[in-house]
């Protein structure tokens, strides 16, 4: 089997699989965390998307592009091209794998959400005039928002860079990068889920206003 024929294969078996974990994230609550934001970053897919179906058919579709390439005799732009699709593939294979993990960081840090704005209902009349003073202004708000999304943009290029040294270093550093690549994952995770939660906070915020 040469390289073009694994990669079909192994979209194929990533495009189930994906399906299969696009439906399932569009049925969790917690997925509202999450959801709206790319998964990768615009450097390495041109697809945007919160789903991983669509960057799998973006992936499909070059795939194609390269068997006619290699079919033309453009040997020069078919290996640069199979560079990209070997990074993209295991971007997308690492992420599936950290699908579960990171929505389970969503669902902690939704029911700990929960649990505390249930005890501040409770406290609301009690502490207004304290809680006032606390309350982050909307200048605040969206300058933490804009750092927020600095941090995420540096977590993306982190894992587009590391996915680049992956694809080139020895076989016996490919698994000690791969769980390094599902670390930043998580890390991006984590660093949504904070946006989101503070786009929730500007919103009170502008209500309240």
Same mark, same amino acid.
């Given at each position: 089997?040469? /390289? ?23 049925? +969790? ?20 998307? =919160? ?33 990209? !699709?070997?990074? #993209?593939?295991? %971007? ?11 929505? /389970? ?18 406290? /609301? ?13 909307? #200048?605040?708000?969206? #300058? ?5 999304? =600095? ?5 993306? =290029? ?8 992956? !694809?080139?270093?020895?076989?016996? =550093?490919? %698994? ?20 989101? /939660? ?7 915020? +502008?209500?309240?206003?």
């Amino acid at each position: 089997m040469n /390289q073009i024929d694994r990669l079909s294969t192994l979209l194929k078996q990533l495009a189930v699989k994906a399906k299969q974990i696009d439906k399932k994230n569009a049925a +969790e609550k917690v997925h509202r965390l999450i959801e709206n934001n790319n998964l990768f970053s615009p450097e390495l897919f041109v697809s945007q998307s =919160d789903r991983f179906s669509p960057y799998i058919e973006e992936v499909q579709c070059k795939v194609s592009k390269l068997t006619h390439l290699l079919n033309s005799g453009k040997v020069e732009f078919s290996t640069l091209s199979l560079q990209k !699709i070997e990074q #993209q593939v295991s %971007a997308i294979s690492n992420a599936l794998h950290a699908n579960a993990a990171l929505h /389970q960081a969503a669902k902690l840090s939704f029911d700990a959400h929960s649990k505390v704005k249930i005890k501040k209902s409770k406290a /609301q009349n009690k502490y207004k005039d304290i809680a006032k003073k606390l309350v982050l202004t909307s #200048q605040q708000l969206y #300058q933490k928002l804009s750092e927020h999304h =600095d941090f995420e943009r540096r977590l993306m =290029d982190m894992v587009a860079e590391r996915e680049s040294q992956r !694809i080139k270093c020895k076989a016996k =550093d490919s %698994a000690k990068i791969s769980a390094e690549v599902l670390a930043l994952h998580q890390r991006l995770g984590r660093c949504r889920k904070a946006i989101s /939660q503070i786009e929730r906070d500007i919103e009170l915020a +502008e209500k309240r206003g």
